[in-house]
């Protein structure tokens, strides 16, 4: 009878340098539901079978409770693992399961791909040094942070795969593909544990579930096909068709559950599922539910925001290159946005059209410069529509079909924005600016900085280019109506220094940055409407008597005074921290504050008086304190120096 092998680890030199994996801490920072679904279909979205036109299938099966597997009849996959788990159980940091406990799994599997295709016993780098040699199997099995994955791939750092062995309790992984090159079906398992000691041997933290090979000790998979039929029968794996399959064992119960991965596949993937990329299908024992280009927006029937973005997301797919406005194209120099991209006339019938609510789509061309090479041309789509709705604008990044949801942009103007990459150029470019967990773009990115020209004003460009636009259509027409919130934001003047027929200039000036001196008031009485800002001990009052300003959501900004520039931006979180418990002490009455940075917070008054005491600043340092409206009028803003 055929019989698995039972899991091996190396031990080490005695002069190997001791050197623990360090997933889990990669993982700490983000919610494991969101990573997993970002991480498996990207990796399935890149293996998409050479020119299919057919969608990618990801399936997740949650098996717990009655579907669990019982603890003896699967023992014969853990067989050898068990010592070295409890050995660095210390180090995991897990709870691992009890010997008689029956064994839930999480099934991840995909179609219309390649699978794990090259040698399984190749090394690419080493038996065909200069060669372009695909393979997928040695990069998924036997690198970490390293990945055979091209520019125009969604993700290339190596780290992803990491995620499946941190959503098991047990750091353990089964693996069995099927290559749609020779349909040869593939059997491994990789468990990722500490560096430990066992027997008075060091033990290296990554086991294999494979066949060794005696020469060398290279760990092969696993091709029996009476063992792959019994694995796959014991799983439930369908493995007939190209492609991959992970299960993961005693999967994280407490943050992984088919509802949570179900909204995170409809956050994450909402563009390639509506463009007809992607199918998924979240199963467990009481449903089964299919998330495609139909029942998407059945799954955001109650989350309005969510439609709408479905409904944007629909209309951008329907748009050709007639239907959008194509900008200029610029020069080498390094991109900047400016109101010369639109002709007076054209900007007035478009701010009209976006005021009525008509979606307006926009193509913007833009030059990717890599160093001591011509300059590529490149472009991406931007489609915007004005929501009254929207507290603050609501931008989405969409790089080859992945979204990336921690781009940080100014978003004031109530509008709901897509910005889609599809280009090669650009998706290289900002493919390099990404983070590990392709979340982020940052001009500080090695890659950005040594390998292209101009590389953070690009990025830039196109981080920014939703908040322009959207700014551009939005704003009124030429000219300031500088006491258009007189009402809303003032400062009283006591009446001793009016004159009868000129007013004393109030302490207040709109312009941010400007480095003149203003005198606050100190102790004035807030008017019949509009808002005093008074120092106190420690501190400033914000203080108000309008009805109309109920449910109006303002934004402030604290600073110390400086000689020279803009005093918000050259705050330093060792002045103060807003968002840090002590230090700065808030009393609020009649309204809703939070912060929402080290120095700056939103406040939405719940009564027609409000009043707001922040205290714990150096008494020593002049505060300068700006409030502005950011939906009404976000050009005019109530700013004041407190002496």
């Not at 290559?179 to 491994?188: G, T, Y």
């Not at 033990?203 to 792959?228: C, H, M, S, T, V």
């Not at 955001?300 to 194209?329: F, G, H, K, Y």
């Not at 009393?587 to 809703?592: E, F, I, K, T, W």
Request: with cysteine.
């Amino acid at each position: 009878m055929s019989r698995f092998p039972p899991w091996h680890f190396r031990s080490m030199d005695p002069g190997e340098v001791h050197v623990d994996p360090v997933h889990d801490e990669f993982f700490k920072a983000q919610d494991l539901a969101d990573a997993l679904v970002r991480e498996s279909i990207q990796n399935s979205l890149d293996a998409r079978l050479p020119r299919s036109r057919s969608p990618v299938s990801v399936r997740f099966r949650f098996a717990s409770g009655a579907q669990a597997l019982p603890a003896e009849g699967v023992r014969e996959y853990f067989e050898g693992l068990e010592g070295h788990l409890r050995a660095a159980a210390k180090s995991i940091h897990t709870v691992l399961p009890r010997d008689d406990e029956a064994v839930p799994y999480l099934l991840i599997e995909d179609s219309g791909t390649r699978g794990l295709t090259g040698d399984p016993r190749a090394d690419p780098e080493l038996d065909h040094p200069g060669e372009e040699r695909k393979n997928d199997f040695y990069y998924f099995w036997r690198n970490v942070g390293r990945s055979s994955k091209g520019d125009v791939d969604r993700g290339r750092w190596g780290l992803g795969k990491a995620v499946f062995t941190v959503a098991s309790r047990n750091r353990t992984i089964f693996g069995i593909t099927r290559r749609f090159d020779d349909n040869r079906a593939l059997l491994l398992g990789q468990s990722v544990l500490k560096t430990h000691v066992l027997d008075g041997q060091r033990i290296y933290p990554y086991g294999f579930f494979a066949r060794f090979e005696k020469r060398n000790g290279q760990p092969l998979p696993i091709e029996d096909p009476i063992l792959l039929e019994r694995f796959a029968d014991d799983f439930g794996v369908n493995r007939i068709e190209p492609g991959l399959s992970i299960v993961v064992p005693y999967f994280r119960d407490d943050e992984l559950s088919p509802e949570r991965v179900t909204d995170s596949v409809v956050r994450q993937y909402f563009y390639p599922i509506l463009r007809g990329d992607l199918t998924v299908d979240v199963v467990d024992a009481a449903r089964s539910l299919r998330i495609d280009a139909e029942t998407i927006e059945n799954l955001s029937i109650n989350n309005d925001s969510a439609a709408r973005l479905c409904a944007l997301t629909r209309w951008s797919l329907a748009q050709n290159d007639d239907a959008r406005i194509v900008l200029p194209e610029r020069d080498a120099a390094a991109p900047k946005w400016d109101e010369s991209i639109l002709e007076a006339a054209t900007l007035a019938s478009l701010r009209e059209r976006f005021s009525s609510g008509e979606r307006i789509a926009f193509r913007v061309p833009i030059l990717v410069k890599r160093k001591r090479v011509r300059a590529a041309s490149s472009w991406f789509d931007v489609y915007l529509e004005h929501d009254d709705a929207l507290r603050k604008g609501e931008h989405r990044f969409i790089r080859r079909g992945i979204t990336i949801p921690d781009v940080r942009v100014s978003a004031e103007k109530a509008a709901r924005a897509l910005i889609v990459i599809d280009d090669q150029a650009l998706s290289t470019f900002l493919g390099d600016a990404e983070n590990p967990a392709h979340t982020d773009w940052s001009e500080r990115a090695d890659k950005v900085r040594t390998l292209y020209d101009h590389g953070p004003y690009t990025l830039r460009f196109v981080k920014n280019s939703a908040s322009f636009l959207t700014s551009l259509l939005s704003r009124p027409p030429a000219g300031r109506v500088r006491d258009f919130l007189a009402d809303l934001f003032s400062i009283d003047v006591p009446e001793e220094s009016l004159h009868d027929d000129v007013m004393a200039p109030a302490p207040v000036r709109a312009a941010a940055g400007e480095s003149k001196p203003g005198t606050a008031s100190t102790d004035a009485a807030p008017g019949s409407g509009g808002v005093t800002i008074a120092r106190i001990e420690g501190g400033f009052t914000i203080k108000a008597s309008d009805p109309a300003m109920v449910g109006r959501p303002l934004r402030g900004e604290i600073a110390y005074r400086v000689r020279a520039g803009n005093p918000f931006r050259k705050h330093s979180p060792f002045d103060f921290d807003l968002t840090s418990d002590g230090g700065i002490t808030v009393q609020a009455d009649g309204v809703r504050l939070r912060p929402t940075s080290v120095n700056a917070f939103e406040l939405v008054p719940s009564s027609a008086k409000f009043l707001v005491s922040m205290k714990g600043f150096d008494p020593r340092r002049d505060l300068v304190v700006r409030l502005h409206d950011p939906l009404h009028d976000p050009d005019n803003a109530a700013e004041t120096e407190l002496h």
